[in-house]
């Protein structure tokens, strides 16, 4: 283990005040990342800079240092009981990220395993209280974020959903547009190559949609959550098929009403603010497709939706399901579903994906294909951050930079775990039980020609 602190500021005759703060932060610092397994730049609020972590010096240099604007993210660090205070350190702008910002989001694995032994927790805090009492003058103290934090949805109710849609969904139109693909499509894509472009990969998954559900001229198709109506005018334009679709998000309902006005779609193609438990009748659709909704159905929840879908369906009608699962059984506490239910998706919710069968098939679906995505998502996401990056200034016309760092380091973070394996993502299509065959081809060829 090593660390070296560049001695020129303290070499400016400042107070001694300020010598024992940096002696203070160094110390603290160091205690919190003396076993990392690689090389750590850190820079502190005085321009002090330091490298910490097991590396030696012949090792590759940090690929990003780490800015402390102020003494109190470090303090709050050691002494704060909330685990994701660096994380809204980071959204205030009190801690920076300057380099590879893919490569900052592995130090969570190193924080999570973090075991401080007792003498050192306490010798930890206690110099931490000192560091505060040493604060520079004129640093404000943190400032909170009430309008970023949404209250944890615990029953999955229609006012619950209808807020938490709301509280994601309605942050601004033009803020996503600044970084989906031109149809402001909100899901994976379907990359037939890695270095396919987004644009071409979006169509290519809408594409994929509607043959895997064998559309067919003049059927009836159900969309529930809609998003900006992509997958709605794709699959009447090209499909010959009569659309409806069902959103909880008021402002997507109008930019989607507004597309299918310039499409000239609107003697086949209809949309509604309606949660899918109201949509009413029976039998009425041929084909539906819920794409990157259900994540928000909630797990108690899931009989009711896969009920719903199954009486909105014609016999042997089809329904693809597409959306994320997690390698874990039911949702369970941790640092990332924390940060998702407080920031992101506050009625968030995932299961493994034989959990998520199991429950199509109590509600008298028949399994017809499963198909797993998870490295498609990895790539969708580096592609949405890449963007949303390259639009950083146009960005803030839109939302605070708050809102912008939440949206960057969640999307990057979900990259991370998509390729690490620990959320996947699956298109599962079903058919509504009935005597005879599943309407769909014998073999998986129909999906390529």
Avoid at 292 to 306: A, D, K, R, S
Wanted: some cysteine; aromatic content about 8%; proline content about 3%.
């Amino acid at each position: 283990m090593h660390d070296h602190v560049h001695t020129e500021a303290l070499e400016r005759s400042a107070p001694a005040a300020l010598h024992r703060e940096i002696e203070l932060a160094s110390g603290l610092l160091r205690r919190l990342f003396r076993h990392l397994p690689f090389n750590l730049t850190v820079r502190l609020w005085n321009d002090v800079q330091m490298t910490l972590g097991t590396g030696d010096s012949t090792a590759q240099a940090s690929p990003f240092t780490l800015v402390f604007r102020n003494p109190d993210v470090i303090c709050s660090t050691v002494l704060g009981q909330d685990p994701l205070r660096l994380v809204e350190a980071y959204f205030r702008g009190d801690l920076d990220i300057e380099g590879d910002f893919f490569a900052a989001l592995k130090l969570k694995e190193h924080l999570e395993a973090l075991r401080l032994p007792l003498t050192e927790k306490i010798a930890a805090a206690a110099a931490a209280l000192h560091l505060r009492v040493l604060r520079t003058t004129g640093l404000s103290a943190p400032r909170s974020l009430p309008a970023l934090r949404r209250r944890v949805v615990n029953l999955h109710s229609k006012s619950e959903n209808r807020a938490a849609i709301h509280f994601h969904y309605d942050v601004s139109n033009e803020f996503y547009a600044l970084w989906l693909d031109r149809a402001m499509v909100y899901s994976c894509a379907y990359f037939e190559r890695p270095d396919t472009d987004l644009e071409t990969a979006q169509v290519a998954k809408l594409d994929h949609i509607c043959r895997k559900l064998s559309l067919r001229r003049g059927e009836s198709l159900l969309d529930i959550g809609c998003g900006w109506g992509a997958l709605l005018i794709h699959a009447a334009e090209r499909y010959g098929v009569r659309a409806h679709g069902v959103t909880l998000s008021a402002r997507q309902l109008l930019v989607t009403r507004e597309r299918i006005r310039g499409a000239g779609l609107e003697d086949r193609v209809s949309v509604e603010l309606r949660d899918y438990r109201d949509v009413a009748g029976e039998s009425l659709y041929d084909k539906v497709a819920s794409v990157g909704m259900f994540e928000h159905v909630g797990l108690q929840n899931l009989p009711v939706y896969f009920s719903a879908v199954h009486r909105l369906l014609k016999p042997h009608g089809l329904f693809l399901n597409h959306g994320i699962t997690h390698n874990l059984e039911g949702w369970q506490k941790s640092l990332s579903t924390e940060f998702i239910n407080r920031y992101v998706f506050p009625d968030g919710q995932l299961d493994n994906i034989s959990n998520i069968q199991h429950r199509m098939e109590q509600a008298c679906f028949e399994i017809a294909d499963v198909e797993a995505l998870r490295p498609h998502y990895a790539l969708t996401l580096r592609h949405w951050v890449a963007r949303l990056e390259a639009n950083h200034a146009r960005a803030l016309q839109y939302v605070e930079e708050a809102t912008y760092r939440i949206w960057r380091l969640y999307m990057a973070a979900c990259a991370l775990d998509f390729e690490g394996g620990d959320i996947g993502i699956y298109q599962v299509l079903a058919a509504k039980r009935a005597s005879g065959n599943v309407p769909i081809p014998l073999t998986r060829r129909y999906l390529y020609n």
